[in-house]
């Protein structure tokens, strides 16, 4: 079975644009979760969607942005991009919320020029 | 609040030889502990998790990692290192009373481990 997928791998982008991340889930996953994994730090949570609804957020601006579709594919969305926004972003799955286990995908590289 | 310490940058170990890797967490209600390893430009790979039941959990490649209520630890550990076990290991945790949706994980800043051969 396929794992999580994220695309793109790599993004380049300058100060001020905007950039939309994508993560498909483990088939029968119905819940997305999106890291933000700064250089030299463990990732950090950004927001948690199940069944198509956002049901946690972590401390991020509200120039992050998410959705997810009713296939539970979702995006990740950043606005008037900043330098401190390069950083690896992760999308997780699980089959429920509660204590299933998190499976990532390989991450997509965001470098903000 | 939910936080993760993982008191050491970098361990190194001879290959063959037992390894630890230290963690330490804090929660308000009971913890679900997890450990991941990250290899170069790749995403989170888990290697096991405890939720409940017996302090010690067997997972992936052999590494296994032990509960203490009382010290609030969560060390990773492997009786016999590999060199291909080198790569940086992450411990997180979620509280069980962090409810109303805010299921993320919160982790640690990472331990690289370095297997010499």
């Known amino acids: 079975d396929a794992g999580v997928t994220q695309s793109p791998t790599h993004l380049i982008k300058t100060r001020g644009q905007h950039v939309t991340l994508r993560c498909s889930p483990i088939?029968?996953?119905?819940?997305v979760s999106w890291y933000q994994q700064v250089l030299g730090q463990g990732p950090q949570f950004i927001f948690q969607y199940y069944e198509k609804e956002e049901r946690g957020r972590g401390n991020f601006p509200d120039r992050f942005s998410a959705r997810q579709f009713p296939n539970y594919s979702s995006e990740l969305n950043v606005n008037a991009l900043l330098l401190g926004d390069s950083a690896l972003y992760l999308c997780a799955s699980r089959e429920d919320r509660g204590t299933d286990t998190q499976y990532f995908g390989p991450g997509t590289r965001l470098t903000v020029l | 609040a939910q936080s993760v310490a993982q008191p050491e940058d970098q361990v190194n170990v001879a290959e063959g030889n037992p390894l630890t890797v230290k963690c330490t967490y804090s929660v308000s209600g009971n913890p679900y502990l997890f450990w991941y390893v990250q290899y170069p430009n790749r995403g989170l790979q888990f290697l096991l998790k405890y939720i409940t039941g017996d302090n010690l959990v067997k997972g992936s490649y052999g590494f296994e990692a032990e509960f203490n209520k009382s010290q609030t630890s969560f060390h990773l550990k492997k009786p016999s290192a590999l060199v291909s076990d080198s790569a940086l290991y992450f411990c997180a945790v979620r509280d069980s009373l962090s409810g109303g949706g805010a299921d993320g994980l919160t982790f640690g800043k990472g331990t690289h481990l370095i297997i010499q051969p």
């Open positions: 088939s029968g996953h119905k819940s």
